[in-house]
């Protein structure tokens, strides 16, 4: 409960300001809360004379939590490749890890898995856990969920940690509720509390409008799903030594009631958008389709990928999977320009983290400005086919 | 067959803004909606029940406001609404949160498909959907575009990969969670709304669903939230001017610079 110390408080309003929820109200002179109050604290920090408080009503710790110890990476790997997040888990994995003085592990599961233990080992695990079996050859939430499950079981470690992909996404919750542990979505920022040595997990939430820093106190492990594209891997190093451990669970743990049928990749852009190092992206002010095929100019002439806002793709002129930002993809490419975006904040949390930020549009007024390295303004339709033919020009050279 | 959809009343994100200047949020009258990924679900629940005969019921955990979304969705075409509502569920995390549901579906004597949205655009963690199925012990499938059949007790259907899609089919009772390309969701129907008006919802609180009090609301999370801040953007800006072309000369002489 919130509790609200009537004496105490003098109706300035701060509170109902900073409520992300519209949950409190100043009424007759006090603040009043509503059901809708999440709990979330963030008016308890805010109030300036201590008028709020929440009652926590301490939850019991189940077990000793010094029993588990170790950082688990979930080395993503499917249709032959493992995803660049497991690299990027492994880099973040490996600070944690050293920082808490414990060891890093990897879990490998699929089939055909020759060769891919070694580059997580190359990419800073101490341990590879493999389970390298046919039945694993597609992936199922029950199989790759139990078999996570158990290893975890078995082995106890206080963190781990998976790429919030589809897959991500849709399996570590249920390896969350059967080790009745708390699960923390989509994290951007980890770090371990001086205190105690506790995950700090922090992740954009309400549409990337704010960012909560999370933990799990009472059980183990802390499990967190973490973006795509916003942790660091390590430089690989094929010399660094670790083990690789072969696990054989139970056939009966590896049976799915979730039957793959068929499993369709899809026609891949010619330059995939997460991993290109240039990403042109058009937003609203193309106007049309005829408009939108500007942005394709530029990148082709750059050698980037495609990307835009979804108000763009909303529009019909481009297909979904280049839509970047909070329900899109996130993207950090060495260069990001941005044509005829608004650069509202669903938008900015999923290419803020680029290099270099090249922003064109009419209104000087308009927010990609503030993450912008290199702004203009003016219209859009005369400066790009212009810098287009600029640029193709300087290719036949 | 008897469909379960759970919806979510939320805060209207369009209504959010970030004010740059003192870089809090901005919100004039925010308004609750039905989380939008929901109405897709619903509708999907709907379009089964009509295709294949049942009933539809529509389900939430919230605060008794939440009552009007209930109501939306069976002008929308749902059946019956059930309200969980209790302070104690207050500060509920995803665990709480699948807790309280999953004993809400059993009381009302379980379904044989449940629906949910991808994700709620409030919390947006994606993880109450299987959550709920892990909890009632029933297979899952999460960002479902398309049904594909649904006959002799097993459900086929196609779900979204980052690298594609694939088709998968489990047997009922099954639970899934739907993205927004599954369908266009219809808008309510004259005699959809008089039911609206009219149809009493079934309200249960904690003791009714049988809730474990340590599983419940903020007690009962294994998460705690200890912060929540704005983002920062960052503010490093160079403007670029001139006219057309000495701003186009500019730009060519950057990107040489960076390519
Ligand atoms: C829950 C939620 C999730 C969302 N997720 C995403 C997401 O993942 N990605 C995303 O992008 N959005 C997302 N949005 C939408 C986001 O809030 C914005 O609505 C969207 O990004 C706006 O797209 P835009 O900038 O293209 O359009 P607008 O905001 O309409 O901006 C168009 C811009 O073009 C400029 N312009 C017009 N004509 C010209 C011209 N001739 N020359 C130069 N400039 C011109 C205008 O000045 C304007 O700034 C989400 C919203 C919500 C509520
Ligand atoms: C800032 C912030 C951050 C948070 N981060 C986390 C976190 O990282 N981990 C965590 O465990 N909890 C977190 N929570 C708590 C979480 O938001 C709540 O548990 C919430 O009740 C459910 O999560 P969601 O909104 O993410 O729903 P999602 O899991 O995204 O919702 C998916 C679907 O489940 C159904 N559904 C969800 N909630 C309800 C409901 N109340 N009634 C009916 N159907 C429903 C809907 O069909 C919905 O489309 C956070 C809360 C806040 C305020
Ligand atoms: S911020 Fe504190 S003092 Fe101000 S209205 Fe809210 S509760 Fe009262
Ligand atoms: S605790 Fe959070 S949700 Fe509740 S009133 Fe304060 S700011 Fe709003």
Redesign the interface.
Known sequence: MLRIDIEACIGCGVCEQTCTFGAIKVEEGHAVVGDNCTLCGNCVDACEVGALSIEREERATKGNLADWSGVWVYAEYRHGRTAPVAFELLGVGRKLADERSVKLAAVLLGSNLAGQAEELIAAGADVVYRVDDPSLAHFTDDAYGNVLTDLIREHKPEIVLAGATAIGRSFIPRVATSLATGLTADCTDLAIRAEDGALLQTRPAFGGNIMATIVCPHTRPQIATVRPMVMKPLARDAARQGAIIDVKPAAARMKSRVRVIESVMEEQDQVNLCEADVVVAGGRGLDDAKGFAQIRELADVLGGAVAASRAAVDSGWIGYPHQVGQTGKTVAPKLYIACGISGAIQHLVGMQSSETIIAINKDPNAPIFDVATYGVVGDLFEIVPKLTERMRGRNAR | MKIVVCVKQV?D?KD???D?NTN??A?D??Q?IMNPYDRHALEEGVRLKEQYGGTVTVLSM????AGETLREAVACGADEAVLVSD?AF??A???AT?HTLSQAIKKIGGADLILCGKQA???????V???I???LGI?????VKKVVTCENGAI?LQR????????????LPALMTVVK?INEPRIPSLKGKMKAKSIAITTLNAADIGADP?QIG??????????????Q?????????GT??E???Q??E???S??
């Open positions: 805060p994100a959010v803004r970030l740059p809090t949020l919100r009258g925010v609750s919230g605060p008794p406001q302070r207050a500060g995390d995803t665990w699948t655009i409030d919390g947006d963690t994606a993880q959907g299987p959550g199925a892990e909890r297979p899952y499938a999460t960002y086929r979204m990969m980052d690298d594609g899609y694939d088709t998968v089919e489990m047997d390309e340590d903020l007690k009962g999370s294994t998460t705690q939230v200890v912060r929540v801040f704005t983002p953007v960052r503010g490093e800006r160079a403007m670029l001017t057309v072309d701003v186009v000369a730009l060519v950057k990107l040489e960076l390519l």
